[in-house]
C-alpha cells in the first residue's frame, strides 16, 4: 500500500540523481566555495530576478530556519509566527534555543495578516518585554494554504511601518507557487520578503535549500559554521538545484504532486469525505471516521492525524509528492470506497 504521510518518502528526482552522478569524480574545493555551486547561486539569482541576492544552500529546513533568525535578530529581539508554524510546533524549540523567543499566533488558516503582527507588537511595549522584530511565515503554510500577492505585499507594508524584517520558510515553496489560485513567483518573493528559502528536500532533491538573503548579513557563514551548516561537500546541495531549477524541473514536478493532492481531494469528496481546510496545495485534510482511518491502516497506507474533530472523527493529513503515481491515488480511493 502507498504512503501518504509525508512528500520526502522517496530519494530524488532521477534527474537530480543523474547530475550528482555525472559530476562525481570531479574533483573540486569544498564548503560551496567551487564553480558548481557558483553556477547554481546565479541560476538561482537569474531565476529570482534578484541579482544581488545572497544565496547559501542548507541541509533542512530547520537549520534554515534557526540560522536564519538568529542572524536576523538581536539576543532580546523576537520573532512573530502563526501557532501552527514549523518554528513554532515542529522544531523542538529551535528557535528558542538560539535565544529567541517565537511570538505564536493563533490564525484560523495558518495565515498572518498585518492586523495580527500589529497586535502582537501592541502587547510589547518595552523594555520588560521582548521585542518583536521579524515574521515568520510559511507558504505553504503547514495548513496548506498559501499567500497571495495582495497578501504579502500587506505584510511588508506592515513590516516597513514597524521597522520589522519579514522572513518566508519555503519547504514547499514549489507547491505553493504552482497551487491553484496562487499569483506569486520567485521573484515577487524577491521582492517582498528580507529572507526566503526555496525548498528542495521535499521537492525533488535528496535533501537541502537554497536560501535567498534580500538583506544582506555581516559575515553569515560565520554563522553557518558556528552552528554546523558549512558542509565540505557543499555543491552536492548546489548541483541538485542547479538541476532543479535551470530548466523549470522544479515547477514542473510541484504541479504534479499538487495534481496528485487535487485528485485525491475529488475522489474523496465525491465518495462523500469533508475537507474544512481549504488546501489547493499537496497537503489534504480530510475528516475521516476513526473506524475507516483504521480500516485503512489495516490495509497497510500511512497518514497523519492533524486534530481531533470528536470522539468518532479526526482530521487527518494526506501529502502527496513529485513521484506520487495516479494509480497510487486511484487504488486508494477504491479501498477507501470499500470501507465501512
Given at each position: 500500500?502507498?504512503?501518504?504521510?509525508?512528500?520526502?518518502?522517496?530519494?530524488?528526482?532521477?534527474?537530480?540523481?543523474?547530475?550528482?552522478?555525472?559530476?562525481?569524480?570531479?574533483?573540486?574545493?569544498?564548503?560551496?566555495?567551487?564553480?558548481?555551486?557558483?553556477?547554481?547561486?546565479?541560476?538561482?539569482?537569474r531565476v529570482c530576478g534578484a541579482p544581488e541576492a545572497d544565496?547559501?544552500?542548507?541541509?533542512?529546513?530547520?537549520?534554515?530556519?534557526?540560522?536564519?533568525?538568529?542572524?536576523?535578530?538581536?539576543?532580546?529581539?523576537?520573532?512573530?509566527?502563526?501557532?501552527?508554524?514549523?518554528?513554532?510546533?515542529?522544531?523542538?524549540?529551535?528557535?528558542?534555543?538560539?535565544?529567541?523567543?517565537?511570538?505564536?499566533?493563533?490564525?484560523?488558516?495558518?495565515?498572518?495578516?498585518?492586523?495580527?503582527?500589529?497586535?502582537?507588537?501592541?502587547?510589547?511595549?518595552?523594555?520588560?518585554?521582548?521585542?518583536?522584530?521579524?515574521?515568520?511565515?510559511?507558504?505553504?503554510?503547514?495548513?496548506?494554504?498559501?499567500?497571495?500577492?495582495?497578501?504579502?505585499?500587506?505584510?511588508?507594508?506592515?513590516?516597513?511601518?514597524?521597522?520589522?524584517?519579514?522572513?518566508?520558510?519555503?519547504?514547499?515553496?514549489?507547491?505553493?507557487?504552482?497551487?491553484?489560485?496562487?499569483?506569486?513567483?520567485?521573484?515577487?518573493?524577491?521582492?517582498?520578503?528580507?529572507?526566503?528559502?526555496?525548498?528542495?528536500?521535499?521537492?525533488g532533491a535528496l535533501f537541502g535549500e537554497a536560501l535567498v538573503?534580500?538583506?544582506?548579513?555581516?559575515?553569515?557563514?560565520?554563522?553557518?559554521?558556528?552552528?554546523?551548516?558549512?558542509?565540505?561537500?557543499?555543491?552536492?546541495?548546489?548541483?541538485?538545484?542547479?538541476?532543479?531549477?535551470?530548466?523549470?524541473?522544479?515547477?514542473?514536478?510541484?504541479?504534479?504532486?499538487?495534481?496528485?493532492?487535487?485528485?485525491?481531494?475529488?475522489?474523496?469528496?465525491?465518495?462523500?469525505?469533508?475537507?474544512?481546510?481549504?488546501?489547493?496545495?499537496?497537503?489534504?485534510?480530510?475528516v475521516l471516521p476513526n473506524t475507516v482511518a483504521r480500516q485503512?491502516?489495516?490495509?497497510?497506507?500511512?497518514?497523519?492525524?492533524?486534530?481531533?474533530?470528536?470522539?468518532?472523527?479526526?482530521?487527518?493529513?494526506?501529502?502527496?509528492?513529485?513521484?506520487?503515481?495516479?494509480?497510487?491515488?486511484?487504488?486508494?480511493?477504491?479501498?477507501?470506497?470499500?470501507?465501512?
Amino acid at each position: 500500500m502507498y504512503s501518504f504521510r509525508n512528500d520526502y518518502s522517496e530519494g530524488a528526482h532521477p534527474r537530480v540523481l543523474q547530475r550528482l552522478v555525472d559530476t562525481n569524480l570531479t574533483q573540486t574545493c569544498g564548503y560551496a566555495l567551487d564553480p558548481m555551486s557558483d553556477a547554481a547561486r546565479e541560476t538561482i539569482r537569474r531565476v529570482c530576478g534578484a541579482p544581488e541576492a545572497d544565496v547559501h544552500f542548507l541541509s533542512g529546513g530547520t537549520q534554515t530556519n534557526l540560522l536564519t533568525i538568529a542572524a536576523f535578530l538581536r539576543p532580546f529581539e523576537a520573532v512573530i509566527a502563526p501557532a501552527t508554524a514549523h518554528i513554532s510546533l515542529h522544531e523542538a524549540g529551535a528557535i528558542e534555543a538560539t535565544g529567541h523567543k517565537v511570538c505564536a499566533v493563533e490564525t484560523p488558516d495558518g495565515k498572518l495578516t498585518p492586523a495580527m503582527v500589529e497586535a502582537v507588537l501592541d502587547a510589547h511595549p518595552d523594555e520588560f518585554m521582548v521585542r518583536p522584530k521579524m515574521v515568520y511565515i510559511a507558504d505553504t503554510t503547514e495548513l496548506g494554504t498559501i499567500y497571495t500577492k495582495a497578501e504579502l505585499t500587506a505584510l511588508r507594508r506592515c513590516c516597513d511601518a514597524h521597522g520589522l524584517y519579514l522572513g518566508l520558510d519555503g519547504a514547499r515553496l514549489g507547491s505553493a507557487l504552482t497551487a491553484p489560485g496562487n499569483d506569486l513567483a520567485l521573484p515577487d518573493l524577491a521582492a517582498l520578503t528580507d529572507a526566503f528559502y526555496i525548498g528542495g528536500t521535499k521537492n525533488g532533491a535528496l535533501f537541502g535549500e537554497a536560501l535567498v538573503l534580500r538583506r544582506p548579513i555581516d559575515h553569515f557563514r560565520w554563522h553557518m559554521k558556528q552552528r554546523g551548516a558549512t558542509l565540505a561537500k557543499g555543491r552536492l546541495m548546489a548541483l541538485q538545484f542547479q538541476a532543479l531549477l535551470e530548466d523549470g524541473l522544479y515547477f514542473e514536478i510541484a504541479r504534479h504532486a499538487n495534481d496528485m493532492a487535487l485528485r485525491l481531494r475529488r475522489g474523496m469528496a465525491e465518495l462523500g469525505y469533508e475537507f474544512p481546510l481549504p488546501s489547493p496545495s499537496n497537503q489534504q485534510f480530510p475528516v475521516l471516521p476513526n473506524t475507516v482511518a483504521r480500516q485503512l491502516e489495516e490495509l497497510g497506507y500511512q497518514f497523519e492525524p492533524e486534530r481531533v474533530i470528536d470522539a468518532d472523527h479526526t482530521c487527518v493529513r494526506f501529502v502527496t509528492s513529485w513521484a506520487t503515481p495516479p494509480s497510487a491515488v486511484d487504488e486508494f480511493l477504491r479501498d477507501l470506497a470499500a470501507c465501512k
